[in-house]
């Protein structure tokens, strides 16, 4: 640092401009260092850390209480409490605390109505009718029943300014009657249009462990006819660990993966042309049943299929 400083004296026409440059040559490695760690503590400060199955321990939850007493409670609002009074730690999450967030939701009036008539005897009695009413409480009065301070509160109403529907198990979900857009790429299973599970985060279908949908599934009986999103060169067709036996694809633009087949129809270094066939539905490798897992590749980068057909 010396050494530094004698150099930038050599070219610093005064003691002003020399302090300046030395005040910023010993706070950069400080701002650096700021810009570095804000992104990610920006993050934790707006989204919920949870795992899909522990954001499916709030939305069953919620589902719950709102059948129950006939009042729609909301799952965002119940894991961004959970957000700041867990710390972020949802390794504390489970069904049982989920339930008992969204019961505070609830409460309950307990109304009497009296009532006269008068008996075979002649005399007049009172009658008493109990009922019962369930309402609900607003986000705001359950977090001051939960003693939430001002400073707690803005940070649920942070977390929920983003839709936390990103943090769900991917599931399927497709409006009924949906059917593919056909343009850049042809549907890879002609006239079977059910989606089983989508690109995204979701629970392992078979470990049921968290983890992360490089793919689209689609739902279609053992046999059924693959075919060849886009022209171009079979680079695989063999058996590919838990894709079972599977058919890749290089295309000017991306590569195509189709795994989980029950037969292979096409050779490695064949040339295909888009909707040729290529193989056969099946359920290989690690599968609960027969469907084709579908992919697109730019590179090593796993792309969202169902934007190619939206």
């Known amino acids: 640092m010396s050494a530094l400083i004698r150099f930038i004296m050599l ?6 401009t020399l302090l300046k440059v030395v005040v910023v040559i010993l706070l950069l490695p400080i701002a650096l260092f700021t810009v570095f760690f804000s992104a990610p503590a920006a993050i934790v400060e707006t989204i919920p850390l949870a795992s899909p199955s522990q954001v499916n321990f709030y939305i069953e939850g919620a589902e719950r209480v709102s ?25 504390q999450a489970s069904p049982e605390r989920a339930l008992e967030l969204a019961e505070k939701f609830i409460w309950k009036e307990t109304i009497k109505h009296k009532s006269t008539s008068i008996g075979p ?17 607003s986000l705001d009065e359950v977090l001051d029943n939960l003693g939430f301070s001002a400073k707690e509160k803005e940070k649920v109403r942070v977390f929920l300014q983003t839709d936390l529907a990103i943090l769900r198990d991917v599931g399927s979900e497709m409006p009924e009657g949906w059917v593919p857009e ?35 599934d ?4 053992s046999g059924t006819q693959v075919v060849a999103a886009q022209e171009g060169q079979v680079i695989y067709a063999g058996r590919a660990g838990n894709y079972g036996k599977a058919v ?30 290529i193989g056969k539905v099946g359920s290989t490798g690690k599968s609960t049943g027969p469907h084709l897992h579908f992919e697109v590749r730019d590179g090593n980068k796993a792309l969202d299929p169902l934007k190619f057909f939206i």
């Not at 909301?74 to 710390?87: C, H, N, P, S, T």
């Not at 850049?184 to 989606?195: A, Y």
């Open 11 to 16: 070219f610093a026409p005064d003691t002003k």
């Open 67 to 91: 059948e129950k007493y006939g009042k729609e409670i909301d799952w965002q609002e119940l894991i961004a409490i959970d957000a700041v009074r867990l710390k972020q730690d949802f390794s």
């Open 121 to 137: 005897d002649g005399k007049e009695h009172t009658h008493t009718r109990t009922e019962i009413r369930y309402h609900k409480y």
């Open 182 to 216: 056909i343009d850049e790429l042809e549907w890879p299973v002609p006239g079977i249009f059910l989606v089983t599970s989508k690109f995204g985060p979701r629970v392992d279908p078979v470990e049921h462990l968290d983890g992360f949908h490089t793919g689209l």
């Open 218 to 221: 689609i739902g279609a009986g």
């Open 248 to 277: 890749f694809i290089r295309h000017e633009k991306y590569v195509t993966r189709y795994c989980h087949l029950s037969k292979i129809l096409v050779k490695e270094g064949k040339e295909v042309s888009k909707g040729d066939a």
